[in-house]
């Protein structure tokens, strides 16, 4: 039986939203195949790692109890043996459990996790991970990069400006000039490297535009500042697989635009503006599974989606998010992300793929990947040290 | 909608045209408590709601505050988005305790307040109030053997039985030490402008008779007495509570 490590919490505003993703859609369909021993590794807000059976229970997190069990277990600790190997010691007597890992399934969202951090740590411990590699996570979490990668390759985005946190707070003036001269009213400020709708504005105005910027910069060294679709339609697509990608359903949210760019109606119930009719409640609310648009603009979608996926290097999962202007019939790639909330299985279900199939098939996608990388050359041989 | 306020990301709701309606939520509340209000009224009035700092979307103060600081801040919200003095001020439990604070410190100057369940009345040794106290205080000598995790259990369940709300916002506790101890009668009775004070009879948590000690010391003030509705009498009684409110602001 494979050992799956499945690492969650982190250092990060998505913290939360982690647990939820590792416990409910990772780690219980993970234990249903039978055919993994899944190992829980909790990373606390502070940046300590821990590594228990009972952080699988998701009411240690509800209740507020995850402080005390914190207080009383020691840190894991991992050992780089050509791959990676967990220990820690527990109990008066310091007994010492140790467990080799053989993929990692990770499950943290936004800064430290999915932006690549980790995947940097796994490629270095020459472990199987799944999800996106480093360079994939770390574009595809910068909201400018991504949308630089994607606008090189030829594909839509809505016209965009970016702004480092030191100017925003040294030449405030400058930049709104550099704006209102550049975009047209509405606009979208966001910070740039920030998921879950967090720390992002709408502006209809300079003094908007300006509260927006100061908060995205509260949160974020770079803020990106782009224009509003008109007669918008958003759709969000989650994709897997390697070389060979394969779409789930176009989804719709039916939050209403400004609603939706907001952290509790994302992730607290739907609340704001979310809507049950004609929809089905998933990772982020209710939504329209299938999104219903015309064939033309449905098959814009999804070959945007497939593109931006390839672009972009994703492997594995990924959720490809679309701006539509339904009069002109232009479909924008917005964002992308790497680890989509609760993988969004809810869509995948939907398609055809239960939350066991899935997980399996992101462990067998994160081998193959894994299988590739090993079979290139990582070794060159040389004199170099012989003239020393 | 979101802006920084003295480097604090606050969340709140500016909705409505015609006069300005602030409204103040209670401890351990968000300006969600405040919904009902906040949509009616915004009908006839440009109403302002927010999270108050440590509540809600808003980050917590970095340091300890009481109602001066939280005062202040409202104060700096409103200059940050640019309105001007409210017609009127609604404040709930704690919410009130700031209004109040706020007026007698002239950061407010309002035409109109009114106070639900407002409290800020300190001196009332109530039996609730006088049981936390001393199940505080021998809880503390009755549990110093008890390893620190345990007592904060205990600790929780204590004060809870007693009615505090000092475990509601654990990150707020010094926060919520300092207000509580801060007495605002005093600033009561340097308002004198019309005051609608609305209590329900029933309420537990803060008693009508804070309500009718607002009456004896606000000179020009109307007691609205709701029979039923605790001290969430506007989320319980909202039609009774709409309906003396809007007459008043008429």
């Known amino acids: ?30 234990e249903l195949t039978k055919h993994f021993r899944v190992e829980a590794v909790y990373v606390s807000k502070d940046g300590s790692w821990y590594w228990d059976e009972k952080l699988k229970d998701i009411t240690l997190y509800t209740s507020g109890d995850i402080t005390g069990f914190l207080n009383k277990h020691h840190t894991l600790n991992v050992q780089f043996d050509g791959g ?44 199987p991970y799944v999800g996106c590699g480093v360079r ?17 390759n030829g594909l839509p985005v809505v016209p965009f400006v970016y702004f480092t946190k030191d100017q925003v707070d040294t030449e405030p003036l400058k930049c709104l000039k550099i704006i209102t001269e550049k975009l047209h009213y509405p606009l979208f400020i966001k910070p740039a490297h920030l998921g879950s709708s967090i720390g992002i504005s709408h502006a209809s105005n300079d003094k908007e535009l300006q509260n927006g910027l100061e908060v995205a910069v509260h949160y974020d060294d770079k803020v990106i500042v782009e224009e509003a679709v008109h007669n918008l339609i958003e759709v969000t697509l989650p994709i897997m697989g390697n070389n060979e990608p394969k ?8 939050t209403s635009s400004e609603d939706f760019f907001d952290f509790d109606t994302k992730y607290i119930g739907g609340k704001k503006g979310g809507s049950k009719k004609g929809g089905v409640k998933g990772a982020q609310g209710y939504s329209q599974i299938p999104a219903k648009l015309p064939k033309q603009l449905e098959k814009q979608a999804f070959d945007l989606g497939l593109a931006v996926y390839r672009a972009l290097e994703c492997s594995g999962i990924a959720r490809i998010d679309m701006l539509i202007d339904e009069k ?20 995948w279900n939907r398609a055809g793929v239960s939350n066991v ?32 | 909608m979101q802006v920084v306020v003295q480097d604090l990301v606050t969340n709140c709701d500016l909705s409505g045209k015609g006069k300005l309606v602030l409204l103040l939520h209670g401890w351990g509340d968000n300006l969600h408590g405040l919904r009902n209000l906040h949509k009616t009224l915004s009908s006839k009035y440009q109403v302002l709601s927010l999270d108050l700092p440590g509540f809600g979307n808003t980050d917590a103060p970095t340091t300890v505050w009481g109602l001066d600081e939280y005062g202040k801040f409202v104060a700096a919200l409103l200059k940050k988005l640019e309105l001007k003095q409210p017609y009127a001020v609604i404040g709930h439990s704690n919410g009130g305790a700031i209004a109040i604070r706020m007026v007698a410190q002239g950061l407010l100057n309002p035409e109109r307040i009114i106070l639900i369940a407002a409290s800020g009345i300190r001196s009332d040794q109530s039996v609730r109030r006088l049981a936390f106290q001393v199940i505080a205080k021998t809880g503390n000598i009755a549990t110093a053997w008890l ?18 709300d000092l475990y509601v916002m654990p990150q707020l506790q010094e926060t919520f030490k300092k207000t509580v101890r801060q007495d605002v009668q005093v600033d009561a009775e340097k308002i ?11 309420d537990d948590i803060v008693p009508l008779s804070y309500g009718r000690r607002y009456h004896h010391l606000i000179n020009d003030s109307i007691l609205a007495i709701i029979e039923s509705g605790g001290h969430f009498v506007h989320q319980k009684q909202p039609t009774q509570v709409l309906e003396h409110i809007e007459r008043f602001l008429a």
């Open chain 1, 1 to 30: 039986m494979e050992t799956v490590a499945v690492i969650f919490g982190g250092r990060s505003t998505e913290h939360d939203v982690s647990i939820i993703t590792a416990i409910r859609s990772i780690i219980k369909p993970l």
């Open chain 1, 84 to 127: 990676l190997t967990f220990f820690k010691t527990s109990g008066i007597t310091g007994r010492k459990t140790t467990q080799k890992i053989d993929i990692v399934f990770p499950s943290m969202h936004g800064t430290h996790g999915e932006d690549g951090a980790l995947m940097g740590v796994l490629d270095m411990a020459n472990v």
């Open chain 1, 136 to 152: 994939a996570s770390a574009i595809a979490m910068d909201k400018v990069l991504a949308k630089q990668v994607v606008q090189a």
């Open chain 1, 247 to 254: 779409p789930a359903l176009l989804e719709q949210p039916l």
């Open chain 1, 328 to 347: 002109t019939g232009v479909v924008y790639f917005n964002e992308a992300n790497p680890l989509p909330g609760s993988l969004y299985a809810h869509n």
């Open chain 1, 357 to 388: 199939e899935l997980v399996s098939e992101l462990i067998r996608y994160g081998k193959e990947r894994f299988a590739i990388e090993q079979q290139l050359n990582t070794t060159f041989k040389t004199s170099f040290l012989q003239q020393f």
């Open chain 2, 147 to 164: 390893p620190e995790r345990y007592r904060g259990v205990l600790r929780r369940s204590l004060y809870g039985a007693a009615g505090s």
């Open chain 2, 192 to 202: 004198h402008i019309p005051t609608l004070l609305i209590y329900a009879r029933d």
